[in-house]
């Protein structure tokens, strides 16, 4: 593992591909561990909602970074409310559409710059639990403990059907994992920050495991590392 600069607050990462469920397990791991939580993706799915709202075309690179780089956003930690340029984007945020759109707008290396230490300004103590794609690999790669959360295309498909429909939305399991397996591809391959683990990374499949056994996996790495 690299080395970390004892001056900083610790990290600890948790990457991965698309519904392999980051958001939910880094969410967890903060609020056990009393830390900081930052969804990184939340940032690129609000510069695509933004450059959308403004008529960018997403495959502009140069242009949706501008937007990046000034993106006017609010996390509410109480009600979980987001703003966007005073807009609550909540629900939207959180849609196929917007997860896609975000997915394009990663692939950008400009975007990705923009955008970095925007991110790394989260780390601040007593720690930072941060959910992405590359985490480990680029933000932080100084981080105490890094995680590959991951499950087959099938499960994470599976996993966004019923979440989908428990709020009451119309899914179709194909087209779903049309669409997880194409923005697989896309993150695999991008030419910047492309989705893989960290070096010194541990992975943990979550196919054929509860949120609570994940959960406990996880946790005993960070206890090995004295994390807490």
Do not use: C
């Not at 593992?1 to 001056?7: E, Y």
């Not at 609000?46 to 609010?74: F, K, N, P, T």
């Not at 779903?176 to 683990?197: C, F, G």
Request: proline letters at 3%; zero cysteines; hydrophobic letters at 45%.
């Amino acid at each position: 593992m690299a080395g970390h600069a004892k001056d900083k607050a610790p990290v600890l990462t948790i990457d991965g591909p698309s519904g392999a469920g980051k958001g939910t397990l880094s969410q967890l791991m903060a609020s056990r561990l009393g830390w900081h939580f930052l969804d990184s993706g939340a940032l690129y799915r609000l510069a695509a909602l933004s450059a959308l709202s403004h008529g960018i075309d997403l495959d502009r690179a140069e242009d949706v970074a501008l937007v990046a780089a000034h993106l006017d956003i609010h996390f509410d930690p109480d009600s979980g409310q987001v703003l966007l340029e005073g807009d609550d984007v909540t629900r939207v945020l959180r849609t196929e559409e917007t997860g896609g759109a975000a997915s394009r707008v990663a692939a950008h290396t400009e975007v990705r710059q923009a955008l970095l230490e925007r991110q790394r300004a989260f780390r601040v103590a007593p720690g930072l639990v941060a959910d992405g794609r590359d985490m480990g690999t680029v933000v932080f790669p100084d981080a105490e403990l890094k995680i590959f959360l991951t499950a087959s295309a099938e499960e994470r498909a599976r996993r966004r059907v019923a979440q989908l429909r428990e709020s009451g939305g119309e899914a179709d399991f194909e087209a779903v994992l049309a669409d997880v397996q194409a923005r697989d591809e896309r993150d695999r391959n991008r030419k910047d920050s492309p989705l893989i683990p960290a070096t010194d990374a541990i992975t943990v499949d979550s196919t054929h495991l509860n949120v609570e056994a994940v959960l406990e996996a996880i946790m005993e790495q960070a206890r090995a590392r004295g994390l807490f």
